[in-house]
């Protein structure tokens, strides 16, 4: 088969292909500077980890509208099987990469600071402040950032066991299309 740029029923476009590896290596690399960030004593290095931190948030919540887009504009694979985890699996981990940027920035603009994008430019904390909203927000950042690395561990383990236990190239496809 032809390597194609959209989707069919059979295998993966390219633009998907990409959209799925660019994103897990953002959402892995932002679960990993939250939590080191967070753990971080008062620093010039803890500010800076905020910084990219927030300006990569922005980032994947753009992208994943983008995906989200060219997703529904295509056909997918067909699922390796029917059961409700196989079929709630993308569902989640899309909720999960929407929740995520979102509630970081409600905790940041309610908080009263602004978010900036790089050194491009500054979104000013436009909203009021309100410490209920704010705490309320970073609750969920927090929550749903753990059950995040759990989730994606859960994928990650399904798509090797797909692949080297089922033997039905669930990963290879990922990677090669099809
Ligand atoms: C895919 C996107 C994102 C992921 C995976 C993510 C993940 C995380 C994680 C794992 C933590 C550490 C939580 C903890 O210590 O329990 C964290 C903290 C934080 N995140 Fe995010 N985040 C994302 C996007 C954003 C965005 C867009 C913003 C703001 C614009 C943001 C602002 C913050 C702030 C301010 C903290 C520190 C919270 C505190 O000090 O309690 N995050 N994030």
Redesign the pocket.
């Known amino acids: 088969m032809k390597p194609l740029l959209k989707n069919d029923v059979n295998q993966w476009g390219v633009i998907s292909r990409i959209f799925h590896w660019f994103m897990a290596l953002?959402?892995i690399g932002?679960?990993y500077?939250?939590?080191t960030?967070?753990?971080l004593a008062a620093s010039p290095a803890k500010y800076d980890l905020?910084k990219l931190?927030?300006s990569?948030?922005?980032i994947?919540?753009s992208l994943v509208g983008l995906r989200l887009l060219w997703r529904s504009l295509f056909p997918t694979p067909a699922l390796p099987s029917q059961d409700i985890l196989t079929r709630l699996s993308a569902p989640v981990l899309y909720l999960?990469?929407l929740i995520?940027?979102?509630?970081?920035?409600i905790?940041?603009?309610s908080?009263g600071?602004p978010?900036p994008l790089f050194n491009w430019l500054t979104i000013p904390a436009f909203i009021e402040k309100n410490f209920v909203t704010s705490k309320g927000a970073?609750l969920i950042?927090?929550?749903?950032?753990?059950s995040?690395?759990a989730l994606i561990g859960l994928h990650m383990g399904a798509a090797c066991y797909h692949q080297w236990g089922r033997k039905n190239n669930l990963l290879r496809r990922m990677i090669k299309g099809q």
Do not use: W
């Open positions: 953002l959402v932002q679960l500077i939250g939590f960030m967070t753990a905020y931190h927030k990569f948030g922005l994947v919540l999960m990469m995520m940027p979102l509630s970081g920035i905790m940041t603009l908080a600071y978010i970073a950042h927090n929550l749903c950032g753990t995040f690395v």
